[in-house]
Structures are given as C-alpha cells and as structure tokens.
C-alpha cells in the first residue's frame, strides 16, 4: 500500500503566505509524487476552537476549497472534503479517551491562546489536538505536510498512535511533519510568526500589489546596517521573505551589504513586494475561474471517499473498544 498523507487548513478566513509556505506547498508536492495517497480537509471543526460568526464560517469553508483549487490541488489526485462532512468528530471522541486533561492542558499552544483570551478557552480549544491527531490517523496517514507551530500537535498524534497500538495491537503508522522551505514563515510585525490571528502580521494570497507593497512598506526595519545579522524583527522578516522569493544569492548579496555598505530597504521592500506578487499572480488568475458548482462537486466526491476510509478505521477501533 502506498504511504498516505492528510494536512489541511482552518476554516477562519483566507489563507496566507504562511499557510501556502508551511503548508500548501508541501501538500502540492506529495500530491505530486507517485509515493502518496493525498487527502487534504478543511478543517471547518478546528474553527470551532476559537470564537466564530457562523455565517462567515459558511462562507470561509467554501474560500478554502477554492485557494487550494487554485494553488494546484488536483481533486484528480487528491481527495479534497470539508472535515465536518466526514466522521473525524466521533474517532476523536473515542481518542480523547487515551489523553489526560493535564497532558493537554500543558501544551505550550494552549496555553498561549489561553492566556492571549482566557474567556475563549473552550473545551473544544483544550481537544483541538486530539481532534488533529484523529484527522491523521482516521487515514493511517505518515506525512503530514504542516508548519512548525504545530508539531506539539503532531506529537499528541504519535503519542495516541502509540497508544492505540500497544493497547489493541494495531498498526498506526507514527506520523512526521512533511517539512518544507517556509515552515516557519514569520509575521510582517517582526515578531512571532505570519498569522491569520495577528492583524498586520500576513499577506492574503489573493492580495494586490498595492496592497502588498503597503504590507512589505511597514515591515519595521533598523538603520540598514550593522556588525552582525538581526536573528529576528523586521530586518529578519525581510531576509526571510528575500530567501524564499528572491533566492539564495539575492540573500547573500542583502546579507553583505547589511554588513559593510549598508542595505536600502526602500528598493528591496518594492523589489520583494513584487516578486511575491509575481508569485501570486497565476494562483489569483485561477482562483477567478474556479464555479461555485466546481467547488461543491469536488467537496461532495471528496466526503464518499472520507466517509468510506474514516468510517473503516472507526469500525475497527469501536471492536477492540468494545463498542461493537
Ligand atoms: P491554520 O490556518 O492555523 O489552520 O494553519 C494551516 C497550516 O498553515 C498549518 O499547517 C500551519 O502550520 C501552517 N502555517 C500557518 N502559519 C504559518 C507560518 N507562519 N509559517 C509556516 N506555516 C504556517
């Protein structure tokens, strides 16, 4: 059997270049290779875990599965579903079983929503994990194309794995984080990472180029030179996005002049604004062409496939529960 591979995107708004990076990228290529079977979700129930206007939720499910059409998901080679349509909800119930609320309770993620918004820790934010590690492993998955953020996550999924196998005898495959170039793709603020969550903080694959040279324009930056390379705000952020669409020698080049000459941010800000446009450019030419009719026919193909999949490891595990 061919090695499988599950990743997918928050239903919480348009996805950004963090998103594409971390993520998309990496689903693109596994989609890619002969190796994988893809299944790639919109994690409509992950935005439950954080405070949602259920009209927008609507219309965002629906805005996903359009950037991942025009990104290059092929619903010919992948599968491509909403998570809700599938049984993801019950297997996680039945995994949340094998988790101690104080080992999710200590995960750095959820203490940090915890303290940004103490009102919002739901319970449906304490289980977002186990909910992760039941998208993964309802497929039996190995790869999972995501950014560095979530490997806490990630590792409550192999735990669960490991669990799940010692106590039943069963065969989940440990998953790994499919790591691409932009795993960690950080925020124009200069600080943390780029983040749908952080006003100020992303580019919207489906933005301008006057909007992103109004977003490259506020990068914070310093005097444009110095006797070492900043590690992180703004100069770094900058150095980053000139790694990822400008290339090795343009960084380099950046890199020298930050240390001997000085670096001019005016002219590398307009030059990187538009070699990210550029990049968008084609995927923002494709999106328009995507029907709504597109959309709900690769969804509904993508939920039989799901369902047949999901609803088979679940049976399997409802026996050795004692549920069946
Ligand atoms: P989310 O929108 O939180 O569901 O994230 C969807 C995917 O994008 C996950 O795999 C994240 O790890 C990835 N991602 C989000 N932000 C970034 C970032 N700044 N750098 C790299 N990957 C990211």
Redesign the pocket.
């Known amino acids: 059997m061919s090695k499988r591979v599950l990743?997918?995107?928050?239903a919480?708004?348009r996805?950004?270049?963090?998103?594409?990076?971390?993520?998309?990228s990496g689903m693109i290529e596994l989609q890619n290779s002969n190796e994988y079977e893809t299944f790639y979700m919109v994690?409509d129930l992950?935005a439950l875990t954080t405070p949602f206007d259920p009209e927008q939720l609507r219309v965002n499910r629906r805005e996903v599965v359009r950037d991942y059409l025009a990104c290059g998901l092929d619903p010919s080679k992948s599968v491509i579903f909403e998570q809700s349509d599938s049984y993801h909800a019950e297997f996680s119930f039945y995994l949340s079983s094998f988790m101690t609320v104080a080992r999710m309770m200590h995960l750095p993620t959820y203490k940090d929503k915890v303290k940004q918004s103490p009102e919002n820790a739901s319970m449906a934010l304490l289980n977002y994990p186990i909910l992760m590690a039941a998208d993964i492993l309802a497929y039996k998955a190995n790869a999972?194309?995501?950014?560095?953020?979530?490997m806490p996550h990630l590792e409550i999924a192999r735990e669960i794995a490991r669990k799940l196998n010692d106590a039943y005898g069963l065969d989940f495959p440990e998953p790994e984080q499919f790591k691409?170039k932009?795993?960690?793709?950080?925020?124009l603020t200069g600080m943390g990472?780029?983040?749908?969550s952080v006003e100020g903080?992303?580019i919207l694959l489906t933005d301008s180029l006057d909007q992103i040279n109004s977003k490259i324009a506020g990068v914070p930056t310093d005097s444009g030179q110095g006797s070492e390379l900043p590690s992180d705000g703004g100069v770094n952020t900058l150095f980053e996005l000139v790694d990822l669409f400008l290339g090795e020698n343009k960084l380099q080049e950046c890199k020298n002049a930050y240390l001997s000459t000085g670096l001019r941010y005016g002219d590398l800000k307009k030059e990187i604004s538009e070699s990210i446009y550029e990049f968008l450019r084609p995927i923002q030419e494709r999106r328009l062409q995507i029907s709504d009719d597109e959309v709900e026919r690769v969804i509904t193909a993508g939920a039989k496939v799901s369902r047949e999949i999901v609803g088979s490891t679940i049976s399997q595990l409802r026996v050795k529960m004692g549920l069946i």
């Open positions: 990743s997918g995107v928050r919480s708004g996805l950004h270049l963090g998103n594409y990076l971390g993520a998309v994690a992950h999972v194309p995501v950014g560095d953020d979530q691409t932009g795993h960690l793709v950080p925020s990472k780029m983040s749908k903080s992303y």
